[in-house]
Structure formats: structure tokens, C-alpha cells
């Protein structure tokens, strides 16, 4: 067992393509638009092509998510991206679709740990998503794009979410989808699992320091509540 499991005392998990089927989501999209303009792509499958798309894509996104931060112009991309989401119909529960399982996985894991989640997207957003799927109830805390001045790759996020966990940085496990989740999981000093069922990919998964390498996100469950701690 790679993970340390006596060392784990409190688990903070990313959101999209973690928790949330984002990709699936994204893909479905570009596939749509791909097969409008199937005779740009002979023989390509616009299913293959818009996952590969969207994979290839997670780290422009990613860069594009920090740019606010690096620049320090996360209040005005803020009031941006407020300014649009109020031109948007209101979302509904069916807009989140929940990885399988996922409900489940946070009840049992809730009993044992305090569970927080750090998104890089705005409290807006992250705090719509909790509510509407009705996975608020399981976490201590919320880290979102405006909760720290930097957020992730930053460690930042992770050692908030840790004091108000109780814990310290290197007492977490951080579970997330994404080469970002994994760098500051490592830059915080914490543990990390990769999982497979959103943007990354094992191998960049893997050269970014992840601990572990799961299939699913609920597959946690049988790692840190059914193995023995050491």
C-alpha cells in the first residue's frame, strides 16, 4: 500500500471529474459539435476525438484558472463571471451529475474523517453544486477559488482547509482528477490519490507525485475503510 493510512486523518477532495462527471459532460458536448462537422475528420469517431480533446485541453484550463491569481485579478474576473451567471437559466440537480456511487462514499467516509473540498472554481459555482446534489452536509469545510488568495497548484487552499479540520497539512489526503490537485497536495506536504474517472491521465498523474492511482473515486472506500492502517 503506497498511501501511509496512519498517517491520514482528514480528506479533502476535488470537485469536477471527481466528485462531479464534468468530462463526461464536456465530451458529450464536443462530440455533438464534432459530428456537425464530421467531414472535417474522416473516419474519426467524434466520441474518441472529443475525449482526446478534452483531455488534452485540462492543463490550458487549468492555466487559465490561475491566471487571475497570478495577476492578482481574481475580484474583477469574479465580478465577470457573476455578471454572466445571472444571464444563465438556474441550473437544477440534473445539471450535476454525481460520479456513481459518490453519495454513498462520502456517508461512510464522513463517519471516520472531516472531509472538505477544494475546487478552484468560484463559491458560487462549488457551493451550487453542493446544495443541489445534496453532498453539502458531509464536509467541514468548503475551499473555493476566492477562499485564499492563491488556489490550486498553491498549497494554500489545503492548509486552510486543514485548520479548520483540525489537523495539519500532512495529516490530509487530497483526491483529485488532475495534475493541479495532485502538485498541491505535494506542495502542502500531504498525501495524494489520482483517480481516473475525470481529465488526467495515470501517467501525468503519476509524474506529479500521486501516491496512488484509482480507477474511480469510490474506490477510496474500500482503501482506507476495509486495509488496515499500518
Given at each position: 500500500m503506497?498511501l501511509?493510512?496512519?498517517?491520514i486523518?482528514?480528506?479533502?477532495?476535488d470537485v469536477?471529474?471527481?466528485?462531479?462527471?464534468t468530462?463526461?459532460?464536456?465530451?458529450?458536448a464536443?462530440?455533438?459539435?464534432f459530428r456537425?462537422g464530421?467531414?472535417?475528420?474522416?473516419?474519426?469517431?467524434?466520441?474518441?476525438?472529443?475525449?482526446?480533446f478534452?483531455?488534452r485541453?485540462e492543463?490550458?484550463?487549468?492555466?487559465?484558472?490561475?491566471l487571475?491569481d497570478?495577476f492578482?485579478?481574481?475580484?474583477?474576473?469574479?465580478?465577470v463571471?457573476?455578471f454572466?451567471?445571472?444571464?444563465?437559466?438556474p441550473?437544477?440537480?440534473?445539471?450535476?451529475?454525481l460520479?456513481?456511487g459518490v453519495t454513498?462514499m462520502l456517508?461512510r467516509?464522513?463517519?471516520r474523517?472531516?472531509?472538505?473540498?477544494i475546487?478552484?472554481r468560484?463559491?458560487h459555482?462549488?457551493?451550487?453544486?453542493?446544495?443541489?446534489t445534496?453532498l453539502?452536509?458531509f464536509?467541514h469545510c468548503?475551499?473555493?477559488?476566492?477562499?485564499?488568495r492563491?488556489?490550486?497548484?498553491?498549497?494554500?487552499?489545503?492548509?486552510?482547509?486543514?485548520?479548520?479540520?483540525?489537523?495539519?497539512?500532512?495529516e490530509?489526503l487530497?483526491?483529485?482528477?488532475t495534475?493541479?490537485?495532485?502538485?498541491?497536495?505535494?506542495a502542502?506536504?500531504?498525501?495524494a490519490?489520482?483517480?481516473l474517472?475525470?481529465f488526467g491521465?495515470?501517467?501525468e498523474?503519476?509524474?506529479?507525485?500521486?501516491?496512488l492511482i484509482l480507477?474511480?473515486?469510490?474506490d477510496?472506500t474500500?482503501?482506507l475503510?476495509e486495509?488496515p492502517?499500518?
Amino acid at each position: 500500500m503506497p498511501l501511509d493510512l496512519a498517517r491520514i486523518k482528514a480528506i479533502c477532495f476535488d470537485v469536477d471529474g471527481t466528485l462531479r462527471e464534468t468530462d463526461d459532460q464536456y465530451v458529450q458536448a464536443l462530440a455533438r459539435l464534432f459530428r456537425r462537422g464530421s467531414f472535417l475528420f474522416p473516419g474519426r469517431d467524434p466520441q474518441h476525438l472529443a475525449r482526446w480533446f478534452v483531455m488534452r485541453t485540462e492543463d490550458l484550463g487549468t492555466f487559465l484558472f490561475g491566471l487571475p491569481d497570478r495577476f492578482h485579478l481574481d475580484d474583477k474576473m469574479h465580478r465577470v463571471v457573476s455578471f454572466l451567471r445571472r444571464k444563465r437559466r438556474p441550473r437544477t440537480a440534473a445539471d450535476y451529475p454525481l460520479v456513481p456511487g459518490v453519495t454513498e462514499m462520502l456517508s461512510r467516509l464522513a463517519a471516520r474523517y472531516p472531509l472538505a473540498v477544494i475546487s478552484a472554481r468560484d463559491e458560487h459555482t462549488t457551493m451550487d453544486f453542493l446544495n443541489h446534489t445534496g453532498l453539502m452536509p458531509f464536509f467541514h469545510c468548503v475551499a473555493t477559488a476566492q477562499t485564499c488568495r492563491y488556489t490550486k497548484p498553491y498549497p494554500d487552499p489545503i492548509h486552510w482547509a486543514a485548520s479548520k479540520m483540525g489537523v495539519s497539512a500532512a495529516e490530509c489526503l487530497m483526491v483529485g482528477d488532475t495534475t493541479v490537485d495532485i502538485r498541491a497536495a505535494k506542495a502542502a506536504g500531504a498525501q495524494a490519490v489520482g483517480v481516473l474517472c475525470g481529465f488526467g491521465e495515470e501517467a501525468e498523474l503519476l509524474r506529479s507525485g500521486a501516491d496512488l492511482i484509482l480507477p474511480v473515486t469510490t474506490d477510496l472506500t474500500g482503501v482506507l475503510l476495509e486495509c488496515p492502517a499500518e
